[in-house]
């Protein structure tokens, strides 16, 4: 189909107020499941517009935007930063700081670029009222907090979230990422990896170390299990499908010559295939109470800590939705890539109610930017998209999605 760009039009009210509205939620980031300020601010822009709203899942925010029969789409944005100390040198840099789950307090950041899906968000909103004329249908913009966590689709959804809303039948969802500022990358079927993340307790026994022979060394123990862990990729994945395990954390013990009675790890798994899945969390299962049961030891704690279900884009929407962005965008701006060992919990959210899915990056560096080598990534301490045309770009990609599905009356 053909959208009249005329409804992506930004005067230089809208740009201008687009540009500050951006350098503020920058500036003010909040921790995952944390973002009171953020959901005012964003219930508080949202009402003024006119739109439908109520509070979900904590900190998650849902505008309603009813304009007459037709279709019904969602579109969604993540809101939170993270526990980071931004670097940029940016005059609208973080300053602001958060308290983790376990009392620490802490620097946050938009490092991820949160900021950017907030302002796409609310300004797609903005433009679709103020050109009522232009479609017909309705669009669920539901703002959700803790996409970095994996908690925050989960939450809204147990909270209600299509008991409340009307049921759309797609939803859409953008990233801004370390690529070219005004284009676009789109994987038809999985997008992002699933990814879980647990962390092991491995309990042992405790003696001096000049009496090894009194102890269950779990150092020695964990030592072992990570080692063997290494070679479920290498040999238990078939060659042809992808997994990664990583061990990201490893602690035991006070002092070097005392046998401690406990030591832990974390790790994480990010696979593309449901069934690769099952087979690698299966096998650390069994290697980690494998080794234990071989060191004579009690069977190892093993904690959930993050969970990210697939994110699957439905292949023909994104085949139609990429051949109405090429229209708006430009061809060579649109970009069928493979998918990415990234996680997100986005999928979810329509999982919940069997509706199909598309989700998309755009780029956020100048083409300067990119030539000078690897730039700044989501998560660095140094990551700050160029506020044009990345901005811009997210919302035209954002109104194209949701203009795709309700239609236009022009």
Not at 152 to 179: C, F, N, R, T
Not at 192 to 213: F, I, K, L, N, Y
Request: proline share 6%.
């Amino acid at each position: 189909m053909t959208i009249d760009t005329a409804v992506f039009d930004l005067s230089d009210a809208h740009t201008t107020a687009m540009h500050e509205l951006y350098r503020h939620l920058h500036a003010h980031p909040e921790l995952s499941m944390q973002e009171t300020h953020t959901a005012a601010f964003i219930l508080e822009k949202l009402t003024h517009l006119g739109l439908e709203t109520f509070m979900c899942g904590g900190t998650g925010v849902v505008g309603i935007l009813r304009n007459g029969d037709g279709p019904v789409v969602g579109y969604r944005a993540d809101t939170d930063g993270l526990p980071m100390q931004e670097d940029t040198g940016l005059d609208y840099a973080s300053t602001s700081t958060g308290t983790l789950a376990d009392g620490t307090a802490v620097p946050v950041m938009h490092g991820c670029g949160h900021d950017t899906h907030i302002t796409v968000g609310l300004t797609a909103a903005q433009l679709l009222t103020e050109h009522r004329e232009a479609w017909a249908g309705t669009v669920v913009f539901i703002f959700q907090p803790g996409e970095e966590i994996g908690k925050g689709a989960e939450a809204m959804v147990e909270d209600g979230l299509w008991d409340k809303a009307p049921k759309p039948s797609i939803i859409y969802g953008q990233h801004v990422w370390p690529g070219l500022a005004g284009t676009v990358n789109i994987s038809k079927g999985t997008a992002m990896a699933m990814a879980d993340s647990w962390r092991v307790t491995v309990h042992g026994r405790q003696a001096h170390g000049s009496q090894p022979e009194q102890s269950i060394d779990p150092i020695v123990l964990g030592a072992h299990m990570v080692v063997r862990i290494q070679t479920i990729v290498s040999r238990e994945v078939h060659p042809m499908k992808s997994a990664v395990v990583t061990i990201g954390t490893f602690h035991g013990g006070l002092k070097e010559n005392i046998i401690p009675a406990s030591a832990e790890f974390t790790l994480n798994v990010r696979t593309f295939d449901p069934e690769v899945r099952d087979r690698v969390l299966a096998s650390l299962r069994r290697i980690i109470s494998a080794e234990a049961a071989a060191s004579g030891a009690p069977e190892p704690t093993i904690e959930e800590i993050t969970s990210f279900p697939q994110c699957y884009n439905d292949p023909a929407s994104t085949t139609d939705l990429m051949a109405v962005l090429g229209e708006v965008l430009g061809e060579d701006a649109v970009i069928e890539a493979p998918p990415v060992m990234g996680s997100e919990d986005f999928g979810l959210l329509a999982e919940a109610i069997g509706v199909p899915s598309v989700y998309w990056f755009f780029g956020g560096h100048a083409q300067d930017t990119l030539d000078a080598g690897t730039p700044p990534g989501n998560h660095s301490p140094f990551f700050a998209p160029v506020i044009e045309p990345t901005l811009t770009t997210g919302v035209r990609a954002a109104m194209t999605a949701v203009l795709s599905t309700v239609g236009t009356t022009a």
